[in-house]
């Protein structure tokens, strides 16, 4: 093993939270250096839709204009239709500062752009770079069969839904919500140019996500619930893609024939879907984006919350390593203030989901009250603030008969 080389800030995992905050603290010129366990790009398991508030936070963490048209594509609504034939759609609004559709991203390009602006800031990234292990303030890695280790005075779990940082210190938790899998894979758009709606289907014990990316294509995004298990442990994931994409109901705007639909990549999966912790923060650690906890928002904004938990840890950090005794404390403070009500809002819709006819009840009122799903739109898009879906008013507008 060689000897320690140290850093102010090692940074476990490259995905979009790991990379915004390396950017962030490398231009107030801390030492960061990325541990990320791919060697490459992977296309794995993850969310592509998205408000415009993700466009917006990409902005802030400084991705240029060009990129962002090359990483998204622009997406009208996002389209929620039940299995008893309830339709509705939420266009996120306009809140004023962000006049922008919601957006679906290409992974394979966003991610990639997001650990090269951490490089351009200043960040050392380390490809191929596995922790095995963590102990005070030392991270082991494995890096082909060579074994090193990072000294840091802060360590970051950037590493999602399984976080090994998570696990590494004792703070994972048991799930709030059942046993989920989620499926995720990409087929080809027949009518690329031609703007189209995201697409949200209910199902039995499911639903499915359609999204347009750039570069022709559609992202699936299946999530199952614990009556699929048999038949995903005995026909495998081919065989239930197979069922979902058949009874996939065909709009009169949507091209894509479901039934034979052109896979463009792997199917890649993730069970369990959901991910808690005790807490997100310790001494000299922090945990950021999928890794601090969650919790399936049902239309997508994962890739909002992991950026903007970026920017508050860049701010937590940047006061420990000046000696600020509360810095990291004030991270977990954050993130409660931002994400409470949010969190609540997405159990609350998982409930719902959980039982059909009280899900189908409310979508049937959201289909009638277009001033209700606009609020819910720029709710769920995060472009107002989760406790206005919380409001006693808004939820007796929502549910009254």
Not at 8 to 30: K, M, S, W
Not at 49 to 56: I, K, L, T, V
């Amino acid at each position: 093993m060689s000897r320690a080389a140290t850093t102010d800030v090692a940074i476990v995992g490259g995905g979009p939270a790991g990379a915004a905050l390396a950017t962030l603290l490398a231009r107030r010129g801390r030492r960061v250096v990325v541990l990320e366990r791919a060697p490459a790009y992977r296309w794995r398991a993850s969310g592509v839709f998205s408000s415009p508030a993700s466009m917006a936070a990409l902005r802030r963490i400084g991705l240029d204009e060009t990129a962002l048209q090359r990483v998204s594509r622009p997406v009208p609504a996002m389209r929620v239709e039940t299995a008893a034939g309830t339709r509705f759609r939420l266009t996120y609004g306009d809140d004023g500062s962000l006049r922008a559709p919601p957006v679906g991203f290409d992974r394979s390009m966003l991610d990639p752009a997001l650990l090269a602006l951490a490089r351009d800031a200043g960040a050392e990234v380390r490809l191929g770079a596995a922790v095995t292990g963590l102990a005070g303030d030392r991270v082991t890695v494995r890096e082909g069969n060579d074994e090193s280790v990072v000294q840091a005075a802060v360590i970051v779990g950037a590493d999602g839904i399984r976080s090994t940082v998570a696990r590494e210190l004792g703070v994972v938790r048991r799930a709030r919500l059942g046993p989920r899998t989620g499926l995720t894979f990409h087929v080809e758009d027949p009518s690329p140019a031609v703007p189209r709606d995201a697409r949200m289907i209910i199902f039995r014990d499911g639903y499915v996500g359609l999204a347009p990316v750039p570069g022709g294509r559609v992202n699936v995004g299946i999530v199952i619930g614990r009556s699929w298990a048999d038949d995903l442990h005995a026909n495998g994931a081919d065989a239930v893609v197979e069922r979902v994409l058949a009874a996939i109901p065909q709009a009169s705007d949507d091209p894509v024939d479901w039934r034979a639909a052109v896979r463009c990549d792997s199917i890649e999966g993730a069970s369990p879907l959901g991910h808690r912790v005790a807490r997100r923060h310790g001494p000299n650690w922090l945990l950021v984006g999928d890794a601090a906890g969650f919790l399936d928002p049902f239309t997508g904004e994962g890739l909002h919350r992991a950026l903007v938990s970026a920017e508050l840890a860049a701010t937590a950090i940047d006061r420990h390593l000046d000696g600020h005794p509360a810095g990291l404390a004030r991270y977990e403070a954050a993130m409660r203030a931002r994400f409470r009500s949010k969190d609540a809002l997405s159990l609350l819709v998982q409930v719902f989901l959980a039982r059909p006819a009280l899900f189908e009840y409310a979508a049937r009122r959201l289909a009638a009250r277009p001033a209700v799903r606009e609020t819910m739109g720029r709710v769920m898009g995060d472009l107002v603030p989760a406790s206005r879906g919380l409001d006693p008013r808004f939820l007796a507008a929502l549910l009254a008969p």
